[in-house]
């Protein structure tokens, strides 16, 4: 397959990229300098900005799906939105937040009193964008959050995945590494499970 990614060069973006090029996929690496990604066979990188739509949609076109692994607060739904649909991709996959995820009914992260003030405004956006997903009735989208810490680790391709509810292991952590999660979106890439739902992953 043919997988666009936008925002690459970024610490979950690298890691996607990785993990579909060792699964032997052709990557298009879409970031704002390209000589942040090194030469990699089977990688092509493009120049690109994720808030300018109109010079997104020819290096979109003709890939089989999009990733956007750019921070909620540096893009905007409706522009990436709208590149992918022009674009003409089947497939529009974003790499989300923990904080819209529930820790009870009805109840989500980020509207607990422990959520910190910092990721506050990130969570936020990144629960309108899923909002913005959920009413779009065109694109085939799938947002795949994190758990609560997603940290730089190993890829183990042992995790577990759920839905709009938090994850979280026996002792109580919720947390997903970077590289398992780059595996958990190849997966969906390569066998889609979750078209037009969110779903999450962790340990």
């Known amino acids: 397959m043919n997988v666009a990614i936008i925002g690459a060069a970024g610490r979950a973006g690298s890691r996607i990229q990785a993990e579909l090029l060792r699964r032997g996929h052709g990557v298009t690496a879409i970031v704002r300098d390209p000589a942040k990604v090194a030469a990699t066979p089977g990688l092509t990188v493009k120049a690109g900005d994720a808030n300018k ?20 607060l540096m893009s905007d739904a409706e522009t990436l939105i709208g590149a992918v649909k022009r674009a003409g991709v089947p497939r529009y996959l974003v790499v989300g937040g923990a904080g819209s995820l ?93 078209e037009r739902k969110r779903f999450t992953v962790g340990y």
């Open 53 to 72: 739509g109109e010079t997104l949609v020819p290096l979109l076109a003709g890939h089989d799906a999009v990733v956007s692994a750019v921070m909620f």
């Open 102 to 194: 529930e820790v009870a009914p009805g109840v989500r992260l980020i509207d607990t009193p422990q959520f910190p003030e910092l990721y506050k405004a990130e969570a936020t956006r990144g629960a309108e964008f899923l909002d913005r997903l959920k009413a779009e009735p065109d694109l085939n989208w799938t947002f795949l959050s994190p758990s609560a810490e997603f940290v730089l680790g190993e890829r183990t391709g042992t995790f577990r995945l759920g839905g709009d509810a938090l994850l979280a292991d026996e002792s109580g952590r919720s947390w997903i590494s970077y590289e398992d999660f780059a595996v958990a979106l190849a997966d969906e890439i390569e066998v889609p499970k979750h």
